[in-house]
């Protein structure tokens, strides 16, 4: 596992689900949106985010690939699903950062789901199972 992400996690992370996210991995470097502004819009965040070559982790469904087109920053990750409480969202994005796809995050999005990543690049989409 060599591929370390740099992370920027949006202002809808709660505290306690930031400190498990960080807690996940030491694969992470991780800034809070809330340590550099705050109250800023979606496009702010992602502009923020491509400035310092980071992937932003969001819980908000509207950031996706409709709204910033792929490869205009490094990726978004989207933790999304039926389930959103924060035990089970950091599980599902360890999952995900152990299941050896976590570089298809670059230049991509992906919705983390509690058993599937759907990952949307630029020509392609495919699903890959969490187990």
Not at 29 to 35: A, F, R
Not at 47 to 60: G, H, L, M, P, S
Not at 101 to 107: F, L
């Amino acid at each position: 596992m060599t591929t370390k992400l740099k992370l920027l996690l949006d202002e809808c992370v709660t505290a306690p689900l930031a400190k498990m996210l960080e807690e996940s991995s030491g694969i992470l470097t991780i800034k809070l949106v809330s340590q550099v502004m705050s109250g800023v819009d979606d496009v702010s965040v992602v502009r923020f985010a491509t400035a310092e070559d980071r992937i932003v982790v969001t819980t908000e469904t509207g950031i996706n690939h409709r709204k910033f087109r792929i490869c205009t920053h490094p990726g978004i990750i989207v933790l999304c699903g039926k389930h959103r409480h924060e035990a089970i969202q950091a599980e599902t994005f360890k999952k995900f950062m152990l299941s050896g796809h976590r570089k298809k995050a670059v230049h991509a999005v992906i919705f983390l789901s509690q058993d599937q990543a759907r990952v949307k690049t630029l020509d392609s989409e495919e699903t890959i199972p969490l187990v």
